[in-house]
């Protein structure tokens, strides 16, 4: 299972960049995705809710399920990053994919998305592997005094797949 990082500031196109990379990874290599983003500003579950009431009244999981084939598991509990990937290794649900997006500092090749080149240099570390983002949407190919690839999903996918060593046998 590969883990991919996606790190950027607020509005420098990391969900947007996520959704893109996950409908062309599942129509053209055929590979199961998982997302797991980290929210800064506000609650995951809603007061109110049963699956809140169930979790505020000490339940370690609380899953809800829907008539759509829609499920959410919410977990109160501290969770370590790599036992919720081993969780998800062993799940019975393939996976060949797991991203992680706003998380920083996280030792996984990493995709930095930016809105201009002046947002790039206090969020840079040693796994950005590529830069993304909203910075797509003007010419780059390359940053020079990086050694940084500037890809655009939609245009360079397959360097995207090279990039990260994905292929459809994974």
């Not at 009244?57 to 370590?80: C, H, M, P, Q, W």
Request: proline fraction near 2%; charge should be negative.
């Amino acid at each position: 299972m590969k883990i991919i990082s996606v790190i950027g500031y607020s509005g420098s196109g990391k969900t947007y960049l996520i959704e893109k990379i996950i409908k062309k990874l599942r129509i053209e290599l055929n590979l199961e995705v998982a997302v797991i983003k980290y929210i800064h500003e506000h609650q995951l579950d809603e007061e109110g809710k049963d699956s809140f009431r169930f979790s505020q009244s000490g339940a370690v999981f609380s899953i809800i399920k829907n008539r759509f084939d829609e499920s959410a598991i919410f977990l109160k509990k501290e969770v370590i990053l790599d036992d919720l990937i081993q969780w998800l290794d062993d799940s019975p649900f393939k996976l060949d994919i797991i991203f992680f997006e706003s998380f920083r500092n996280l030792p996984y090749p990493t995709i930095l998305c930016v809105e201009d080149l002046n947002h790039i240099g206090s969020q840079l570390n040693e796994n950005v592997k590529m830069i993304s983002g909203i910075i797509t949407t003007r010419e780059f190919t390359q940053l020079e005094e990086l050694n940084l690839p500037v890809v655009d999903i939609e245009k360079n996918f397959k360097e995207f797949c090279n990039l990260f060593d994905l292929s459809e046998d994974l």
